[in-house]
């Protein structure tokens, strides 16, 4: 399995499941993450408008 997106990249978030709410706008792509187990590829992305970095599944991004 290969990663679609790649660090430094920007995209949008949409999650797909009830959580926490997430800023609206483009997230940058700050770490690319091991597949696991279940074959889930998942990266580490960061907004301008919040402090912290969010662990997101790679279907939960797009880049339109």
């Known amino acids: 399995m290969t990663h679609k997106y790649a ?8 999650r797909t499941y009830g959580g926490a709410a997430s800023a609206s ?5 700050v770490r690319v993450l091991p597949v696991e187990k279940d074959n889930r590829l998942n990266y ?3 907004s301008m408008a919040e402090a912290f970095e ?5 279907h939960e991004l797009t880049t339109e």
């Open 7 to 14: 660090v430094g990249q920007l995209v949008y978030f949409q």
């Open 44 to 46: 580490r992305i960061k």
């Open 54 to 58: 969010r662990t997101v599944e790679e």
């Open 25 to 29: 706008g483009q997230y940058e792509i």
